[in-house]
């Protein structure tokens, strides 16, 4: 497996070394790059605090009033409350939220994510989605905007600035020898100790990033409860409410302004419903989405929301991991979002102001993490990006698993700053527990290169 180290040289002479492994060659399909094919991902380096503005009133004129909200936890505003979203086609059997014993923090006031390629506006249809995106392939620094929609394309990377070296800085070009005079060049004292400084800067950030994986220590006999759980074959719903952008049928609300707003989803999926409703084992078709808040009702810790009667908290914590057992079969819809299935989750601020509509948080660094999603028209590769101030995401992919249920974890980890996504074995049970060592070794891991795996930096500080 070929693994690219990122080493970039930012403005502003501060050096910082990011790794951002391609596991293969880079290639560009309708404006998305591709490397390689894995079963987990740890993604590290999230800013632990910042702001962001949250929508405190949504008016009947269109007028959407914000204000800026700070938060301060391991993961940013990921640490915050999360609600889960599915677009089909998809096939949901089973989901699992786990809380890690007594260290379990509740953070009720911080930032969210969304807006992007998942548009269901009543009536809008969807409009291209890009976000700029810059990393390092085959020690070059290249930028792209990450464009989501159907049209394939392919092409070789582009070459770009050439990435600095992780182990050294050169000064000099070795291909055409300088003709010094004795006298020494003005300054160069200066530029050698500059240099030096950005090589130690360096050397400080790399220690720092090999040495992330021994931060995780068990707890002997720690354990992860799990706080939530759904079962669709047996038709249980433990604290899980299920939503959908159907305000108008049933609950929630509709008008013209801002189109639907959240409601009750009901029992098949593609509808509203005037109470809550356990989802059927139930395929869901293209362009079909419903989300997954707690059963939780929110209070004031959790901001605006356009119609408090339909508003739950998402599931919350620096420590919280989700666990899915679930297929995305091709359907062969070819129409709006035709056959592009995804599994992401939000901020909780932004469907309960508007996940669709111009009004919410996401646009200023609320957050998203988008878990499993397809760009393109019936394509078998998924992505997996974070919609952060400071986001970004792997080009290395997930396969779409169309013909067979896998089993998947989300890990939010506060001891290592990091969020690890991992196919697990058919086998696996999502039980009452996990074992805090079983979630170690899952971190650990994915700490390594190795073939099938990913580790992606967003930033790192020194």
């Known amino acids: 497996m070929k693994v690219t180290n990122l080493s970039i040289l930012a403005y502003m002479g501060f050096a910082t070394a990011l790794t951002q492994q391609c596991s293969g060659s880079a290639v ?9 094919v894995i079963d987990q991902i740890l993604y590290e380096g999230f800013s632990s605090s910042g702001s962001f503005k949250a ?20 993961l940013g505003p990921l640490s915050e409350d999360l609600s889960v979203h599915i677009r089909g086609p998809f096939n949901l059997k089973e989901f ?11 953070r009720d006031s911080a930032p969210s994510p969304h807006l992007h390629g998942h548009r269901h506006f009543h009536e809008q249809r969807k409009k291209k989605r890009g976000d700029w995106v810059t990393a390092t392939i085959d020690g070059q620094v290249v930028s792209w905007e990450n464009t989501y929609n159907g049209s394939p394309a392919t092409q070789a990377a582009p070459v770009g600035i050439p990435a600095a070296p992780t182990d050294a800085v050169n000064v000099v070009d070795e291909k055409k020898p300088l003709k010094l005079k004795a006298d020494p060049l003005p300054g160069l004292d200066k530029i050698k100790s500059k240099v030096e400084n950005v090589k130690s800067k360096v050397d400080q950030v790399k220690s720092k990033a090999t040495s992330k994986a021994k931060e995780y220590t068990a707890t002997p006999g720690g354990h992860w409860k799990r706080t939530a759980y759904y079962n669709a074959q047996r038709r249980v719903a433990d604290n899980v409410i299920f939503m959908g952008n159907y305000g108008g049928e049933g609950s929630g609300v509709f008008d013209n302004t801002w189109g639907n707003s959240l409601s009750y989803l009901n029992a098949n999926g593609n509808g509203g419903s005037s109470s809550p409703k356990i989802l059927k084992d139930v395929f869901i078709p293209s362009n079909k989405e419903f ?46 979002n035709g056959d592009m299935p995804a599994l992401w989750a939000l901020n909780g601020r932004i469907p309960r102001t508007g996940q669709y509509s111009g009004c919410s948080c996401w646009k200023t660094g609320c957050g998203e993490v988008d878990i499993y999603e397809v760009l393109a ?25 169309a013909n067979k249920y896998i089993k998947v974890a989300v890990v939010f980890c506060e001891r290592t700053s990091s969020i690890a996504i991992k196919q697990l074995d058919d086998s696996f049970d999502f039980g009452s527990s996990l074992s805090d060592e079983t979630v170690r070794d ?3 891991t994915m700490s390594t290169p190795k073939k099938g795996s990913s580790l992606f930096q967003l930033s790192i500080s020194v």
Request: glycine share 14%; proline share 4%; aromatic share 16%.
């Open 28 to 36: 560009n399909e309708g404006g998305n790059w591709f490397c390689g």
């Open 377 to 401: 028209t019936g394509d078998d590769k998924c992505k997996s990006t974070f919609h952060l101030t400071n986001g970004a995401g792997s080009s290395d992919y997930f396969k779409r698993p």
């Open 55 to 74: 929508v405190t009133k949504m008016g009947d004129d269109g007028s959407c009033d914000q204000e800026p909200f700070s938060y301060d936890g391991a």
């Open 442 to 444: 899952w971190i650990k």
């Open 291 to 336: 989300s997954i808040f707690s059963s939780e009702k929110c209070d004031e810790s959790c901001g605006y929301s356009r119609v408090p009667d339909v508003a739950y908290k998402g599931f919350s914590g620096s420590n919280k991991i989700f666990l899915f057992n679930f297929k995305m079969p091709f359907d062969g819809n070819t129409g709006f």
């Open 96 to 106: 699992a939220v786990y809380n890690l014993g007594s260290s379990k923090k509740k």
